[in-house]
């Protein structure tokens, strides 16, 4: 080989070389991305008071800032604030049961969060990226930890910590054992998504008779909590989680009921009350990947979510352009 060809025969297998690295890079994107998203576990990571509600404006507007998270009585009883939209994106036309509901019920951000200076907020998704993750300790040192629906922290501390300080709901996705899956200060948080789900929390909380029709799964007929602790979740956010960040008609046809997930709303309100947003256990496979379950604490597959009105990889591109804009982080991969 003369010297020429030895070189081009030495460039040609350090191009090789480059293209394998690029694609073995490429090819492991998950982990690549995990690195790079995660924070620096003992440090708490800079808070800056303002930055959420900045960033929040930029997605849904100035003026969303004025809204409270939670519904008030007075804004029913003296105001009667109308509403533009029927629940779940509005409260038109369930006003009677929601003052029921209301008058039994508080409304207040705690003290505990009102007197924070920079509310460093964790969103938990009920994604399997959670399972192994070991991010229990780092979860538990955000000032606010948000969880969704029934997913259990018992048996599952290690991975995704045991503090919650807001827990979304709505009847058929209610915890039977609210007690042990929450803190005694938890504020659970009820979100609304049609005029049974008010006629329900009330007959837990007033006592009165049960009614067991018009749910799409048996919510609990005995539901052991505090009043204290309920609080109606603004159907204002889901209108905007709907609008601002799907793109979705707020005026459907009876049928065609499609919705933001819960965590994607979770998002929104922690957009909202909060300065510092992180997020993990977010992410749903990929439609052909049949056999992936998509929980951490369950087997189910995305066969379970037919039929349950969302659109997940229109979700992950509203959130794959919050985390490039810096709006949120992620602790997970995505
Ligand atoms: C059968 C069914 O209706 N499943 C719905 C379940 C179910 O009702 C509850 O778990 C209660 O059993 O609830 C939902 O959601 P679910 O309770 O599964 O998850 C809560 C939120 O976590 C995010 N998530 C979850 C799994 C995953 N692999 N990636 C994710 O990003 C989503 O943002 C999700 O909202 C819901 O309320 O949104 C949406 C699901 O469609
Ligand atoms: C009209 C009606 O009740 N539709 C039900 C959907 O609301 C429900 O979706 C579920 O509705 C919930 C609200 O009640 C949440 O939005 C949840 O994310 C979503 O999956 C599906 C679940 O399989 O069943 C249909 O019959």
Redesign the pocket.
Same mark, same amino acid.
């Given at each position: 080989m003369t010297s020429k060809s030895r070189w081009k025969f030495l460039a040609m297998l350090a191009l090789v070389l480059v293209v394998v690295m690029v694609w073995y890079s490429i090819s492991r994107e998950d982990r690549y991305i995990e690195l790079f998203y995660f924070p620096i576990s003992e440090k708490k990571e800079p808070c800056f008071q303002g930055e959420a509600e900045r960033q929040a404006a930029k997605i849904f507007g100035n003026h969303s800032r004025e809204q409270p998270i939670f519904l008030q009585l007075k804004d029913y009883f003296w105001v009667k604030t109308p509403s533009a939209y029927e629940l779940p994106f509005g409260t038109k036309g369930s006003e009677d049961l929601l003052l029921r509901v209301l008058a039994i019920t508080s409304y207040s951000v705690p003290e505990s969060i009102q007197s924070l200076q920079c509310r460093r907020c964790v969103v938990v998704? +009920?994604? &399997?990226r959670l399972r192994n993750s070991s991010l229990g300790s780092i979860i538990n040192k955000y000032d606010v930890v948000i969880r969704? +629906?029934?997913?259990p922290v018992a048996g599952y501390e290690g991975d995704v910590g045991s503090k919650t300080t807001i827990r979304l709901f709505y009847p058929? %996705?209610a915890h039977f054992d609210p007690k042990i899956e929450n803190n005694p200060d938890t504020l659970l948080v009820l979100v609304a998504f049609k005029a049974m789900d008010f006629h329900w929390i009330e007959t837990i909380l007033s006592d009165k008779k049960r009614v067991r029709k018009g749910f799409w799964k048996q919510p609990p007929l005995i539901w052991d909590v505090n009043p204290k602790q309920i609080r109606i979740l603004n159907p204002f956010f889901m209108e905007i989680a709907a609008d601002k960040l799907l793109n979705l008609p707020i005026q459907q046809p009876r049928k065609i009921k499609q919705k933001p /997930? /819960? #965590?994607?709303l979770a998002i929104t309100l922690a957009l909202h009350l909060c300065d510092l947003v992180h997020i993990a256990?977010? #992410?749903?496979p990929d439609a052909y990947n049949k056999k992936q379950t998509? &929980?951490y604490y369950e087997q189910i597959t995305l066969k %379970?979510?037919a039929g %349950?009105g &969302?659109n997940v990889s229109q979700e992950a591109i509203a959130i794959k352009r919050m985390l490039e804009m810096g709006a949120v982080k992620n602790l997970t991969y995505f």
């Open positions: 998704g +009920n994604g &399997h969704l +629906n029934n997913a058929e %996705s /997930t /819960t #965590g994607l256990g977010f #992410g749903y998509i &929980h %379970s979510m %349950s &969302h």
